[in-house]
């Protein structure tokens, strides 16, 4: 992921350093119209059940909410255009999954104590430090201590969008700072940030391989997000796959016999008929 997202984007900065100007930073007005804020209601509502689904889904994380809803939005907008350039319906759309899922991840954690995602395997891995068992016990045993963690989430959330509406206009500065000084120091963060997770040289090498396959994707117009929701998914589907099968004794019919799974199949094959005819419309 660091290497498709940010290395790409480094090597594709570098690619354009001499033939862009510098952008200044114009940031006047931090709050959005009230009017402009109404009008992504339905944005809103589908992002926070994309959030809140993919997080009670125990292992995935925030970051696949925001693929899916971004991508959906994107699908599903008049002018698919002009999403990746600023988009306001695309920040909307992201940021409410990812929002929506973080609440979500907590509800695996505290019910069944399987981690919703890693932030969650840490506060688990705390809870039981203190010798408490993440589960449906710990509501009966210790209801003030879960009360106590959805109250600081709710802080967080409160804090979160204090220092965003006081530091926005300080961010956007970044824009100023020379591109010969900031990519450099973008590649050395990503590097360091590939090989502190598990101080191991070769995730520095894996970065640097999939931050050239970014790159060439975007070059020649591949979206990068479907490769990284593989790369998220793709352990998962196979561990679970072949889970599947064993129940079923190797028979694939077992995916057609229950109407959750069908259900999931249908809307799936839907979906990807919708997009071939849309495609084939435009």
């Not at 689904?53 to 994380?61: R, S």
């Amino acid at each position: 992921m660091i290497g498709l997202f940010s290395l790409s984007e480094a090597f594709r900065q570098l690619e354009t350093m001499g033939t862009s100007m510098p952008v200044p930073p114009a940031v006047r007005n931090v709050l959005p119209r009230l009017k402009e804020i109404l009008s992504f209601w339905k944005i809103y509502i589908r992002s926070c059940v994309f959030g809140l689904v993919v997080g009670l889904t125990p292992g995935i994380g925030a970051e696949t909410s925001s693929f899916l809803s971004y991508s959906e939005t994107r699908r599903t907008a008049r002018d698919p255009s002009r999403f990746g350039k600023g988009a306001p319906e695309g920040v909307a759309a992201a940021q409410s999954a990812e929002n929506a899922s973080t609440g979500g991840d907590l509800l695996p954690m505290l019910t069944l104590g399987v981690p919703g995602d890693a932030a969650t395997a840490v506060l688990m891995g705390a809870l039981t430090i203190h010798n408490l068992q993440p589960g449906p016990l710990l509501f009966q045993d210790r209801p003030d201590l879960v009360h106590q963690i959805f109250a600081g989430m709710i802080c967080a959330n409160v804090a979160f969008v204090i220092v965003g509406l006081v530091g926005a206009r300080l961010f956007a500065f970044v824009v100023r700072v020379d591109r010969r000084v900031l990519v450099p120091i973008i590649c050395l963060l990503s590097l360091i940030g590939a090989y502190a997770i598990e101080n191991n040289p070769m995730d520095v090498w894996v970065t640097l391989i999939f931050g050239v396959v970014g790159w060439l994707m975007q070059r020649n117009g591949y979206p990068v997000s479907p490769l990284v929701l593989a790369v998220i998914l793709g352990g998962m589907m196979e561990s679970n796959l072949r889970r599947a099968l064993v129940m079923g004794q190797g028979d694939v019919a077992i995916f057609l016999d229950r109407p959750i799974a069908l259900a999931i199949l249908a809307a799936a094959a839907l979906t990807f008929v919708a997009v071939i005819r849309r495609m084939r419309r435009a």
